[in-house]
């Protein structure tokens, strides 16, 4: 890496160095989960300037990680879409809605 460049990169490497230790000591495990997704969002930025919100963050994470569950979609999130599609009368539903009141 040529040297004008160097210290910017050293400089933006340190930034989220804090950013992580800071979000690091918040209490709140929501909040830490938070946090740290908003921290990543920059850096997805920077990395897929060109595409969406989501579609950034997602490639980051398939990009970056091995996490094999980075493509599935958590109970609430099931729950929304198929009440926002008026499916809230459907077997699927009920049983998700059911298993997401075991571990509410």
Not at 11 to 20: L, Q, R, S, T, Y
Not at 40 to 51: E, I, N, Q, S
Request: hydrophobic share 40%.
């Amino acid at each position: 890496m040529t040297a004008p460049y160097k210290s910017e990169v050293d400089g933006f490497i340190a930034h989220f160095e804090g950013v992580m230790e800071s979000v690091g000591g918040v209490a709140s495990p929501l909040h830490r989960k938070i946090l740290y997704a908003t921290a990543l969002d920059p850096l997805a930025r920077a990395a897929y300037g060109y595409k969406g919100n989501r579609d950034r963050l997602t490639q980051l994470i398939r990009d970056l990680s091995k996490w094999t569950d980075s493509e599935r979609v958590s109970l609430p999130q099931l729950q929304l879409k198929l009440r926002l599609a008026g499916l809230f009368r459907r077997k699927l539903y009920r049983h998700v809605s059911l298993e997401l009141t075991k571990v509410l």
